[in-house]
């Protein structure tokens, strides 16, 4: 795990592979209970028995928006911050989802930050997320994050 604990620390991460996650499960309880969280019960997604007869992978697959909100807390298994005051979600510059994901399948995060710097007072990351599936060449998803990391100031 990456320990940051100063916007120079952050700084001097422009350009890295900061790692690989740990592959988690994503089963159809947990894309039921995000499309019950978000409202989105398209049948790819809730119906396993359509799923199977309609869909050339023959099974429901992850909405693509689950595969993002993942990005938080699987970065959290990869990096630390010390002396952080809060962390703000500044925005998305470029997602793709390039695969289908079939329910029962494990994914896992790997992150490059693309740049680093200084800005109003705080860590401003971009990082390029790659979400991969266990078994397959092609990733589900990547995801060009934004996030401003503000540090307690000593004085």
């Known amino acids: 795990m990456i320990v940051v604990g ?4 952050g700084e001097a991460l422009t350009g890295k592979e900061i790692g690989v996650s740990g592959w ?26 359509r799923a199977k007869a309609e869909l050339p992978i023959g099974s429901t697959i992850v909405h693509g928006y689950l595969l993002i909100s993942l990005l938080p807390s699987l970065i959290d298994h990869l990096i630390r911050f010390e002396n952080l005051e809060r962390v703000i979600n500044y925005g998305l510059n470029k997602v793709r989802f390039k695969n289908m994901v079939p329910v029962g399948s494990r994914v896992r995060l790997r992150c490059v930050v693309k740049s680093a710097r200084r800005r109003a007072g705080s860590l401003q ?4 997320n790659t979400i991969e599936i266990e078994g397959q060449a092609k990733p589900a998803c990547v995801a060009e994050t934004l996030a401003m990391y503000f540090f307690i100031k000593n004085d």
Request: glycine share 0%; net charge negative.
């Open 24 to 49: 988690v499960l994503l089963d159809q309880e947990r894309l039921n209970l995000f499309a019950d969280a978000t409202d989105d019960h398209q049948w790819i997604h809730v119906d396993p028995e």
């Open 125 to 128: 990351a971009i990082i390029e």
């Open 6 to 9: 100063s916007i120079e620390d």
